[in-house]
């Protein structure tokens, strides 16, 4: 079985810093593509920020120049320092996959996700 755990999520006030991870688990063959989405309520699930295959990382218009992803590949895990935080940035947010378990084809994989809070 092959999954995305989140952690990290919480209660910060604005202004602040929070930091996410997400660990791949399981009888991973590659990951391809890996980052964040997230979805505020009534609001669609967008963009945050996405390595694709290592490529290079693209940023959510709304976050560039606050929130940082950094990718290791030995250990499965993707992190995400977010800085000067506000409430607009309150949401629900998943780590996303493409990825491969042995002999089978790329396939996209979401986590559960965490709650991100920012009060005023």
């Known amino acids: 079985q092959v999954r995305l755990v989140e952690s990290g999520g919480g209660l910060v006030q604005a202004g602040g810093s929070r930091n996410l991870s997400c660990v791949a688990s399981?009888?991973?063959?590659?990951?391809?593509?890996i980052g964040w989405y997230r979805q505020a309520p009534g609001s669609q699930r967008e963009l945050v920020a996405l390595d694709k295959d290592g490529s290079s990382i693209r940023y959510g218009d709304s976050v560039k120049g606050r929130f940082t992803m950094s990718r290791d590949n030995a250990k499965n895990t993707v992190l995400m320092q977010m800085n000067r935080l506000t409430p607009e940035d309150t949401a629900v947010y998943y780590c996303?996959?493409?990825?491969?378990?042995?002999?089978?084809?790329?396939?996209?994989?979401w986590g559960q996700g965490t709650q991100v809070t920012v009060s005023s």
């Open positions: 996303y996959a493409v990825m491969r378990r042995t002999g089978t084809p790329f396939r996209a994989y």
């Open positions: 399981g009888t991973i063959a590659n990951i391809r593509d």
